[in-house]
């Protein structure tokens, strides 16, 4: 069986542009989370959808942005880059909404910003 | 401000030896407190999670203990092996939202 599934790999992108990731859950998962990881640091929570709707947003600003589809995929768009968005985004997905279930990793899009 | 810091930096620890990493939160809402092993170029892999009824909990290898007043909890590994080498983070998170917060990583180095 799949995991979680994760595209581009790597992205290279210079300053105010704007990127697309995506994410593909496990099978029969419904919640879909991302977060960024800096380099050296552990990841940070970025957004949580289940069932396509937004249940949790981390501090991050308003260029972020996210949205699941019906089968349960996501995107996370980020607007006008800066050098500081670059990091290993991540995305988790889960059975259930709750915080006591297991959350898969995926292998991360490396974002880097020129 | 960090809800849940961890330590050491990284740690080098002889074939066959335990390595302790140590996390501390602050946040007393957080329920569910796991453990993740990431390789590099991989995603975090859940290793071992514990709640906070119960100190401790064993799963081969890996060791959670966990001290409720304190607000610590850290992971064991017992008979370290280099294929043990990774970074590893502690997390917690509350039980009715599935936002979890990271410690900021160990990387672990196993010797042979």
């Known amino acids: 069986d799949a995991g979680v599934t994760q595209s581009p790999t790597h992205l290279i992108k210079t300053r105010g542009q704007q990127v697309t990731l995506r994410c593909s859950p496990i099978?029969?998962?419904?919640?879909v989370s991302w977060y960024q990881q800096v380099l050296g640091q552990g990841p940070q929570f970025i957004f949580q959808y289940y069932e396509k709707e937004e249940r949790g947003r981390g501090n991050f600003p308003d260029r972020f942005s996210a949205r699941q589809f019906p089968n349960y995929s996501s995107e996370l768009n980020v607007n006008a880059l800066l050098l500081g968005d670059s990091a290993l985004y991540l995305c988790a997905s889960s059975l259930r909404l709750a915080g006591d279930n297991e959350q898969f990793f995926g292998p991360g899009t490396r974002l880097t910003v020129l | 401000q960090q809800q849940v810091k961890q330590s050491p930096q990284s740690l080098i620890v002889q074939k066959g030896g335990i390595s302790i990493i140590n996390c501390a939160y602050e946040?007393?809402?957080?329920?569910?407190f796991p453990w993740y092993q990431q390789f590099p170029g991989k995603g975090p892999a859940l290793l071992i999670a514990?709640?906070?009824?119960?100190s401790e909990k064993k799963e081969g290898r890996f060791t959670i203990s966990f001290n409720k007043s304190a607000k610590q909890f850290s992971l064991h590994i017992m008979d370290s092996q280099p294929g043990d080498s990774a970074t590893y983070f502690c997390?917690?998170?509350?039980?009715?939202?599935?936002?979890?917060?990271f410690g900021s990583g160990t990387k672990l180095n196993v010797k042979p």
């Open positions: 514990i709640r906070p009824d119960v």
């Open positions: 997390a917690a998170s509350r039980n009715n939202f599935n936002k979890f917060y």
């Open positions: 099978s029969g998962h419904k919640s």
């Open positions: 946040n007393t809402a957080f329920d569910y």
